[in-house]
């Protein structure tokens, strides 16, 4: 089955096609076709293609909105300039798995779309103002171009936490505003803690039920999961992307009076506060460089930037922070698995967050994690460590994927 899988973002859609079946899911053989983004969607749009065994393309066209984007996009997949032998027309392409960020506490599982389902996203749009609506324009783009009679199957980032406990969810303010407005911790990077998880277990032919991992996304937004037989208890981000980690751009914890406290000494509206500390703060607002954790490493390294220096550390302390936390909510874990930008491509960062994680019997192997870059998966730690580390790159457009092709098939996910 060739699945086409789309990522709308506010000005950007991201995509990739799959094939995919039960059979390749099960050995791992699924074949990526090829993957690609546009951005700059609304204007004059950038356009990076990268189709397996071809070199990369790059170009530009006027896209005045998603539909434009993604019939682009189809127009180009089933072009003989696209190289993919398997897709001759937009009959070749048997489904499309959508990532919807947000799915609320009504969808607990990737589910085909419907009149009633799109209903449901769009009533998540108010929870996630800033991604729904964008996901939401992918539904409608692929419906108007293929036809309804390709399937669509809606994948949400919420959807592995749903089975995070009350105790773990609910902030301490009054419930009725649980209850009125659903204000609670849903978390996100749902299908990448879930298929780090899944990856983990069958790398070292486990068990579901003996799946107890604390899950490291770390990249330009970060977030941590207590995993405990196979699933989600506990993690870092919560009623947004906003809460938890140390990221790129993004605050992450913090005192709420902070809110009231800035607006009042600059004069700013509560707007223009909440923007600060999600595009101002994190890594950028520390360091006043810049939010990419490589061109820190790179000027503390070759300049001995303090306050670059002073953004990491701070990055590895709050990471380091949940990881004692989680440790403690899960009484102990089998081990800590890093994945994400950073999580898979800086050992330096990783060696700094399981420094002094001895106590709780990790015992890194230096040669191991320097080694460990460029997506590959293993341990960091050395053999026997009571508590190991692991690198386990993230692969979160498979999991739609495959998600999207139990759905049609008529299996559950």
């Known amino acids: ?17 799959i094939d995919t079946d039960t059979e390749a899911a099960a050995r791992d053989a699924d074949r990526r076709l090829v993957q690609g983004r546009v951005e700059r969607v609304g204007g004059h749009a950038l356009i990076v293609l990268e189709a397996t065994g071809r070199p990369k393309v790059v170009e530009d066209a006027p896209l005045r909105d998603h539909r434009a984007a993604v019939d682009w996009i189809l127009r ?7 190289g993919i032998d398997a897709i001759a027309s937009a009959a070749d392409i048997h489904a499309v798995g959508h990532r919807i960020v947000h799915g609320g506490e009504r969808f607990r599982e990737s589910v085909r779309i419907d009149a009633e389902v799109l209903a449901g996203i769009e009533e998540c749009v108010e929870l996630a103002p800033l991604h729904n609506p964008a996901n939401l324009k992918g539904i409608r783009a692929v419906r108007a171009l293929l036809g309804e009679g390709v399937p669509d199957v809606a994948v949400f980032d919420t959807a592995f936490h749903a089975t995070i406990p009350e105790v773990a969810y609910l902030y301490g303010i009054p419930y009725q505003y649980y209850r009125r407005f659903k204000l609670r911790r849903y978390g996100f990077h749902g299908t990448s803690h879930r298929y780090v998880a899944y990856r983990y277990r069958k790398l070292r032919d486990l068990p579901k039920e003996r799946v107890n991992l604390i899950t490291l996304h770390l990249g330009n ?16 981000m919560g009623f947004t992307p906003l809460e938890g980690l140390l990221m790129g751009s993004r605050s992450g914890d913090l005192d ?3 809110l009231e406290f800035l607006c009042e000494k600059e004069g700013i509206t509560l707007h223009e506060a909440t923007a600060l500390l999600n595009r101002q703060s994190g ?13 820190l490493l790179a000027e503390e390294s070759e300049h001995g930037d303090r306050r670059a220096r002073l953004a990491i550390e701070l990055f590895c302390q709050r990471v380091k922070k949940y990881v004692g936390a989680y440790l403690a909510e899960l009484g102990g874990a089998e081990a800590l698995v890093f994945a994400g930008g950073i999580g898979e491509n800086a050992p330096s960062v990783r ?26 998966a293993g341990p960091i730690t050395r053999d026997g460590s009571r508590l190991a580390a692991w690198v386990v790159p993230t692969d979160e457009e498979l999991l739609i994927a495959r998600d999207t092709m139990r759905v049609v098939q008529g299996g559950r996910t």
């Open 283 to 295: 890594l950028l607002g520390v360091s006043g460089l810049t939010a990419d954790m490589r061109d």
């Open 256 to 258: 709420p009076s902070i």
């Open 351 to 376: 060696a700094r967050i399981c420094a002094g994680l001895d106590w709780f019997g990790l015992e890194l192997d230096h040669e191991r994690n320097a080694a460990l870059l460029g997506g590959r």
């Open 1 to 17: 089955m060739n699945v086409l899988v789309l990522n709308c973002g506010s000005s950007s859609v991201r995509f990739q096609v």
């Open 221 to 236: 937004g970060c977030s941590a999961c207590a995993i405990q037989g196979g699933r989600s208890v506990d993690t870092s």
């Open 76 to 82: 180009w997949i089933v072009s003989k300039e696209s």
